[in-house]
């Protein structure tokens, strides 16, 4: 455990960045699977407009840093390449 009075305080704010960027991956982790169950339903004008939030919602989290980029590259990647795949089986 830390013993000066700074190290105290940095390990308090590392405690309270470590909850805040695990609510928001939980909550990107949810966008996902709305996005993907919105997809899979077969709504195309409502499945762009979720992925769309979505993808805004991953490129936000990548630019704080509680993603990588690579990572956040991925999901958008296969976001919509799912939408794609989706799209030419509806028609």
Known sequence: MANHK???KTHA???RRREHNRQLKSR???ALTT???VID???TTKARE???TTVSLIDNLAGKGVIHQNAA???KSRLSKRLTNA???AA
């Open 35 to 37: 996005a993907r169950n």
């Open 28 to 30: 990107m982790r949810h």
């Open 6 to 8: 700074a190290a105290i």
């Open 41 to 43: 339903a077969g709504d």
């Open 73 to 75: 590259s991925r999901h």
């Open 87 to 89: 799209n030419v089986s």
């Open 50 to 52: 979720v992925v769309r």
């Open 13 to 15: 704010q590392s405690l």
